[in-house]
């Protein structure tokens, strides 16, 4: 099925969102019971932890853990923004700089100046684009990025979400309560999918709507370690207590660049990979068999692929043992453990 869809539906008992592209499914959004990226708490700080650089503090669906502790008093108020997702048995990641993002808008308090995304790179329109921020933010003290679906968007569906932004803002920042509490809410997968998936595409919405686009049967897939890649390769995605392992396996091809042209389709394909699943930590690549000169050629393409991925990626290395690690977010919950307890 050519083109793009989004289906809105339900996945064992959890609301969820799902991109088609040509078929074949791109992104996937689902429900968790842990406090949503985005989310943002009043918090009371608890014990700092020394040779960590760091804080627990209390907050209102458990325990949080900030990073940067410098001049913040066991006791203290703080605004605080969920980050990601934390590993079972450890503190929910927060930090202290706050974004109010929607579809065509990010205000950033603190951090003043309007941006507009790198990606919109026609002058005449990026004018236009700054020409309606000034306007809807004057008087305002927030900052602003504009973001890449601003492109071709209506000036008044631009000013609205930025308007929409600021009362957000002005509502939370101006909060004058005391105790933990949840301020903001992160936004849930149907949102989610209205925020991030900005390109005209068909809409699902229903029972049903995963099963008639064939999401289901691609779910299905993802809670196999198995990725299939061009040319008969193919890679294992398997997660540990420590980190998730990738086997790059070069199948029948026997030419002597097998292992080459294995390691670049993994290299493409991984980021997607990763993200369907809900991986993320530290990510340990055990390359198909390949001469040293061509590890240039695969850290490229590894680059390459994950420049454009919506969970920051940082690339670490080579080991002694010729292994390639990475380290992901932990922007979203392991999919097998979400329809795992959502059963």
Same mark, same amino acid.
């Given at each position: 099925m050519k083109g793009r869809v989004v289906a809105l539906d339900h996945i064992a008992g959890r609301e969820a969102a799902a991109l088609m592209v040509d078929g074949v499914l791109e992104d996937l959004f689902v429900a968790s019971d842990a406090p949503a990226p985005g989310t943002i708490w009043r918090a009371v700080a608890d014990r700092p932890m020394k040779g960590q650089g760091g804080i627990f503090l209390a907050g209102p669906e458990g325990s949080a853990f900030l990073r940067q502790s410098d001049g913040i008093a066991p006791g203290q108020r703080l605004?605080?923004?969920?980050? /990601?997702?934390?590993?079972?048995?450890?503190?929910?990641?927060? +930090?202290?700089?706050?974004?109010?993002? %929607?579809?065509?808008?990010?205000? +950033?308090?603190?951090?003043?100046?309007?941006?507009? %995304?790198?990606?919109?790179?026609?002058?005449?329109?990026?004018?236009?684009?700054?020409?309606?921020?000034?306007?809807?933010?004057?008087? !305002?003290?927030? /900052?602003?990025?504009?973001? %890449?679906?601003?492109?071709?968007?209506?000036?008044?569906?631009? !000013?609205?979400?930025? !308007?929409?932004?600021?009362?957000? #803002? #002005?509502?939370?920042? /101006?909060?004058?309560?005391?105790? #933990?509490?949840?301020?903001?809410? /992160?936004?849930?997968?149907?949102?989610? #999918?209205w925020r991030e998936w900005t390109e005209p595409a068909e809409l699902a919405e229903g029972p049903g709507?995963?099963?008639?686009?064939?999401? %289901?049967?691609?779910? !299905?897939?993802?809670?196999?370690p198995d990725e299939a890649l061009p040319g008969g390769a193919s890679m294992s995605i398997e997660p540990t207590r420590a980190l998730v392992a990738v086997d790059v396996n070069t199948g029948g091809d026997t030419s002597p660049a097998a292992g080459l042209k294995a390691n670049i389709a993994a290299a493409k394909a991984l980021p997607r990979a990763l993200r369907l699943r809900g991986f993320g930590g530290q990510i340990v690549i055990d390359p198909a068999p390949m001469p040293k000169r061509d590890r240039t050629t695969f850290e490229n393409s590894l680059k390459a692929a994950f420049r454009g991925d919506s969970e920051e990626t940082a690339l670490a290395g080579w080991t002694p043992l010729g292994l390639f690690e990475l380290q992901r977010k932990r922007g979203r919950k392991p999919l097998s453990e979400l329809l795992k307890s959502g059963v």
């Open positions: 605004l605080v923004q969920v980050m /990601g997702h934390a590993e079972p048995g450890k503190a929910v990641p927060v +930090t202290r700089k706050l974004l109010f993002k %929607s579809r065509y808008a990010i205000v +950033t308090p603190e951090a003043p100046g309007i941006n507009v %995304s790198r990606a919109i790179r026609d002058e005449e329109e990026r004018g236009r684009i700054l020409e309606v921020a000034h306007e809807a933010m004057d008087g !305002a003290a927030h /900052g602003l990025i504009l973001r %890449s679906s601003c492109n071709g968007a209506a000036e008044d569906d631009i !000013a609205r979400d930025i !308007a929409a932004m600021l009362g957000v #803002a #002005a509502q939370v920042l /101006g909060d004058e309560g005391t105790e #933990a509490e949840v301020l903001l809410d /992160g936004d849930t997968p149907h949102a989610l #999918a709507s995963f099963d008639t686009h064939g999401v %289901s049967d691609a779910i !299905a897939a993802l809670l196999r």
